[in-house]
């Protein structure tokens, strides 16, 4: 092992010796307080122990770990964990400004703080009403806060069936008419939703306004970003959706039995 090991240290005192030919490197050597013209492999790692040694304070620690959480930050593919591991290290970083001085340091996340811990909030009521929606509340009103505001008179056509689908509409006031099967929406109901989970995004009915009114909108794009800072929703929001579409059908069962039930019953004809 002895031989082994002389001759491994041989080689790095060959290549320190190589890199203090290097100006540049020389000015590093000179800077960490050792001589170009007189160091070895040993005296740099010992000389590189001091420094880590001498910079091992508290303050140093926690700018360490606030490091270590935002590498970390990079590596998670949902937001509710991004957002606390964004916190945990933005808290370290501001207990390292404070304990080294850097005002600058302080302040930046002492400010990311609190918005990220806003930010963290929003998406965990997201969350919690989602799942209120989900077990039974249809309402979607936690939406609200995503959506944008638009009026109708009577008359006007929100969307035709076959047109280009890119957003879902929730009724605030007024009526609105489904015209392919002849159903009144009134407030709290949603619209156009279904044309999020058709493959060519396409609308499946025509919906018209027969009652001046106002509805929320949001954009499918918005919908899939909410959808991918949280994966949870999607699922939320698929178990509604599906809700919504065996209303349908079974609004077009008790139509087609109605039906029935009014035709008169076939008679046989003799002679």
């Not at 092992?1 to 020389?26: F, K, Q, Y």
């Not at 998406?123 to 609200?144: F, P, T, Y």
């Not at 709290?188 to 396409?202: D, I, W």
């Amino acid at each position: 092992m002895e031989p082994l090991h002389a001759g491994l240290s041989t080689i790095l005192d060959r290549i320190v010796d190589r890199a203090a030919d290097n100006l540049r490197i020389a000015k590093i050597f000179i800077q960490m307080g050792l001589d170009p013209n007189n160091i070895t492999s040993d005296i740099l790692l010992n000389r590189l122990q001091e420094i880590v040694l001498a910079n091992i304070t508290l303050a140093n620690m926690f700018a360490l770990l606030g490091a270590t959480f935002f590498v970390a930050t990079l590596l998670m593919r949902t937001m509710v964990p991004l957002r606390i591991a964004n916190m945990c290290g933005s808290t370290f970083f501001v207990a390292f400004g404070a304990l080294s001085g850097n005002v600058a340091t302080f302040l930046l996340y002492l400010l990311l703080l609190p918005i990220n811990a806003l930010r963290l909030r929003q998406m965990l009521n997201l969350i919690k009403k989602a799942r209120v929606a989900a077990a039974g509340d249809m309402s979607m009103e936690w939406l609200k806060p995503f959506m944008t505001e638009r009026r109708y008179r009577h008359g006007d056509r929100l969307f035709k069936k076959g047109d280009l689908a890119n957003e879902m509409f929730l009724t605030v006031t007024g009526k609105f008419l489904v015209k392919e099967i002849d159903v009144e929406l009134p407030p709290g109901r949603l619209m156009g939703e279904l044309g999020f989970l058709t493959p060519n995004k396409s609308r499946t009915a025509t919906v018209e306004c027969i009652e001046d009114g106002q509805v929320l909108s949001i954009t499918y794009d918005r919908l899939l970003e909410i959808y991918f800072q949280n994966p949870q929703f999607g699922y939320y929001f698929l178990v509604l959706t599906s809700q919504r579409l065996m209303e349908n059908i079974a609004r077009l069962e008790t139509i087609v039995e109605h039906q029935q039930a009014e035709r008169p019953p076939a008679t046989d004809d003799i002679g």
